[in-house]
């Protein structure tokens, strides 16, 4: 699975869940709503300079803090498709793939990509290419298993497939 993306870098390290999503917006589990003040604490820009397939970079441990699913519901809602980080909250990275959102661990990018520039994630591979600077950054791939959830959209998902085929043997 390959992606192409726009580049919306955040250098800060802990970027937590309550500055994804602040507390008060937890009211709702609506992605179209939630996503109106994503990032909003840390970039009151945000929503207006997000576009559908857009992707995050940021430092180390994005997502710590509370383990609140709508932290990556509200990213999703924004269109963004992607999170690459130096390093995640266990929680949120187990949330995310299990909600079929893409966390890529990559020190390499999350250093050296900025703002704008425009990458090709190549999942199967393993690799991030930053085309604006012609660099090429690696991160370990995600087992079959994953890629699967993430091709279902999450793991709810791919139980409702699995379920369907066992219905019909």
């Known amino acids: 699975m390959k992606l192409k993306a726009k580049a919306h870098t955040y250098n800060k390290a802990h970027i937590n869940t309550d500055e994804i999503i ?9 992605e179209e709503e939630l996503a109106k003040h994503a990032m909003e604490d840390i970039d009151a820009n945000f929503v207006d300079n997000v576009k559908v397939g857009d992707v995050i970079v940021a430092a180390q441990d994005f997502g710590c803090g509370s383990s609140r699913e709508h932290a990556i519901w509200a990213l999703r809602g ?6 690459i980080a130096g390093s995640f909250a266990r929680i949120f990275f187990r949330n995310g793939i299990n909600n079929g959102f893409i966390l890529i661990e990559c020190q390499d990018a999350s250093k050296k990509v900025s703002t704008g ?3 090709e994630i190549d999942l199967d591979g393993g690799t991030i290419k930053n085309l604006t600077k012609e660099e090429e950054y690696s991160f370990a791939s995600f087992p079959p298993f994953v890629l699967e959830m993430l091709s279902c959209k999450g793991l709810l998902n791919k139980i409702t497939k699995l379920g369907d085929t066992n219905d019909k043997s």
């Not at 602040?22 to 609506?30: V, W």
């Open 22 to 30: 602040p507390a008060r917006y937890l009211n709702t589990d609506d």
């Open 117 to 119: 520039d425009e990458l």
């Open 78 to 83: 924004a269109g963004i498709r992607a999170v």
